[in-house]
Structures are given as C-alpha cells and as structure tokens.
C-alpha cells in the first residue's frame, strides 16, 4: 500500500511517499481503507518532538490516529462490522500502532464505531479524538440540566465539541475566546462568547454567575491556564482539564473544593485498557450529529497525498479554523 512517512523526527521534518505491505486483518481487527484522515496536535508533538515524548512511534513512523474509511477486510471474532461498513475512529499513530496516513489500517474493532450518515467522510475524520476528549471531560464531571458550564477556548478543536456536547447535556455555556471571528463562532454554537483579552475572570464570573462562580469549567487550554480555571469554578465545581503537564499551586483547588478531572484520550490506545469505551463514545456521537446536536468544524483548506506536511504547518501556525483534514 502507499503511505506517507516520517524518515525522521523534527518540526520540518518531511513525509515521504513510502510502499509498505497491505494490512492483514488480525484478531478483533478490521481493515479500514482510508478516504480521509485529521490533524491533530498531538500528530505535530509526536513529527516535532520525535524520542523526546514517550508515545512516539519508532522511526520510519507511520502517523496519523484519526479517520473516516470503509472496511474491506474482517478479523476473526469480529461481530459488530461488515465489509463495505462506512466508520470512524482513532486507532493509531503511536507507539508500536500503525497509523492512518495510509492507504488501509488494521483498526482494532473496540476504537471504531460506524460512521455518523449525516456526516461526510472529512467531517467524521475530524471528531474521533476532540470528541472522545471532550465527552470523557464533559461526563466526568457530571454535567447535567440546568448547570452552568464555561469552556475554556471554545473555539478550539476539542472546545467547539465540548460547546455542543454540554449544550446537549442541558447545561447553559459560556466559552472564551479572542477577536471577532472567534467570538461569531462560539455564538454560533449557541454558548455566550468571552473575550479572555478583554475581560477579567473576575469580571466575567461576576456578570454572568453573581461571582459564585461556574458550575463546571472544561478547560482545554491548559497550562498556566488553570489557574484561571480555578478561579471561575464554584465551591465545590469540577474543573476537567485536556492540557495538566504543569507544575501549578493546588491551594485554591483546596480552599475551593474543587473536583479536578484529567482527560488523557489516549490511555486506552497506549495501555490496551478499556479501549470498547471509545467505541461506546463513538456510537453517543455518532447519534448526536444524526440527531442535529453535533456537527464538527472542519477548516476549508483541502489537503490530499502530497499536502500532508501543508497540513501539519496549518495547524502548527495558528492559522486553521477548525479541524484540518487529508483527504486520501
């Protein structure tokens, strides 16, 4: 099959069109031809950062975790697929899992799920993992009808899912972002924008909450950040957080009593544990865009075989709006 791998690790490292052989479905696995794949930041840790971050896959490294294809092969115990099944999943790209920059992969059949009709193959490309990030953080938390919930960077990939998964939910939804078109989008979702550089925590939780503060806050900015999502949460809220790799001071967590939730999607696909949950995951949200309460933002810029670098410098520049997609 054709491929596109890495022959090397770096920010400019180049992919490179590579033969390798066809996938053979294995036990529990099904055989996936790809029709379209997405970009994620963690695909442009592991091309820029290479040995440096654990997960990486050894080198001639296939990337790519999400995708939307057809299976055209079944392995042995599998019950719940057929070929010429239309689905979608995360199920690669890391360690020692061939990813999805390729013309077929062998997907374990407990990381997919049958792909949402409603959506096209570029757009289901696009939801596996901000959707199972999002959905595990949100659910973690306990959201339910009547909360209010505040999504940190909720035009982002994972925070734009996040918006309208609460919004299912029952919650009512704040989400920061910055300057115009951000702001259009979130509103969009139907979550009341907050522009983070132009108003205080302080401030927002006192117009909007009274000052008592969010019920939950979903942060999928992270970092440093999470300070500023311990301030806007309640006494006694949840703070779930996509992005804790921080040496941060847990005081107000505990003076707050705050409930804090770290989600690390890809536990399952690391560690062999619990992987049917993503499936599960995937089925929720594939009901969800058929019912009309999820439709993933896809950025308008095409990229095919020869744009997968293209794509990845999209991403990495700030420039995308939404999620970048390959079409192979």
């Not at 990337?63 to 979608?88: C, H, K, P, Q, S």
């Not at 029952?170 to 979550?191: C, H, N, P």
């Not at 520049?317 to 970048?324: F, H």
């Amino acid at each position: 099959m054709k491929a596109m791998v890495l022959n090397s690790y770096g920010p400019e490292a180049p992919f490179e069109l590579a033969e390798m052989p066809d996938p053979v479905a294995t036990p529990g696995h099904v055989v996936v031809k790809m029709a379209a794949v997405s970009v994620n930041t963690v695909d442009t840790m592991i091309r820029s950062m290479g040995a440096d971050l654990p997960l990486s896959p050894k080198l001639p490294a296939l990337l790519g975790m999400d995708f939307a294809g057809t299976v055209i092969a079944i392995g042995e115990g599998v019950t719940n697929f057929a070929i010429g099944d239309e689905v979608y999943g995360c199920a690669g790209g890391l360690m020692d899992l061939p990813g999805s920059l390729a013309e077929y992969i062998n997907a374990d059949s407990r990381l997919i799920a049958h792909k949402p009709k409603t959506l096209s193959m570029r757009e289901a490309a696009a939801l596996p993992l901000v959707g199972i990030t999002a959905y595990e953080g949100l659910t973690r938390a306990d959201v339910s009808e009547g909360q209010t919930v505040l999504v940190q960077g909720g035009a982002g990939g994972v925070g734009h899912v996040a918006v309208q998964i609460a919004r299912h939910l029952g919650a009512t939804v704040w989400a920061t972002g910055r300057g115009a078109d951000q702001m259009s989008l979130i509103e969009g979702l139907g979550a009341r924008p907050l522009d983070f550089t132009t108003q205080s925590v302080e401030d927002y939780v006192a117009e909007h909450t009274g000052g008592v503060g969010f019920d939950v806050v979903f942060d999928s900015v992270g970092g440093s950040n999470m300070t500023n999502s311990f301030e806007a949460a309640k006494l006694n809220g949840h703070v779930a957080s996509t992005v804790a790799m921080v040496e941060i001071d847990l005081t107000p967590v505990h003076f707050k009593g705050l409930s804090l939730h770290v989600v690390f999607m890809l536990i399952p696909m690391l560690h062999d544990v619990g992987r049917q949950t993503h499936s599960d995951i995937l089925r929720i949200l594939a009901d969800l865009a058929d019912d009309g309460a999820l439709k993933p933002i896809v950025d308008e810029h095409k990229f095919g075989w020869a744009d997968v670098g293209a794509a990845y410098a999209h991403l990495t520049n700030g420039s995308a709006v939404g999620k970048v997609v390959v079409e192979l």
